[in-house]
């Protein structure tokens, strides 16, 4: 993160103040990009009753 920001400081360093907020004003009032949806590594669960030798307990101390 610090080398993007390094990026913008640099890119701005030349233009006037007025230019500066601009810039900044522009980048706020844009649109998010839209991310990619990230690939799902799980796997599904089995259906009620599928593995009857499969036994699950809680004690609530």
């Given at each position: 993160m610090t080398?993007?920001?390094?990026?913008?400081?640099?890119?701005?360093?030349?233009?006037?103040?007025?230019?500066?907020?601009?810039?900044?004003?522009?980048?706020?009032?844009?649109?998010?990009?839209?991310?990619?949806?990230?690939?799902?590594?799980?796997?599904?669960?089995?259906?009620?009753?599928?593995?009857?030798?499969?036994?699950?307990?809680?004690?609530?101390?």
């Amino acid at each position: 993160m610090t080398e993007a920001l390094d990026r913008v400081v640099e890119a701005l360093a030349g233009v006037s103040e007025e230019e500066v907020a601009a810039a900044l004003a522009a980048v706020v009032a844009s649109p998010p990009r839209p991310s990619a949806p990230l690939a799902s590594s799980r796997t599904s669960l089995p259906g009620p009753g599928s593995a009857l030798h499969i036994v699950s307990e809680v004690e609530w101390i």
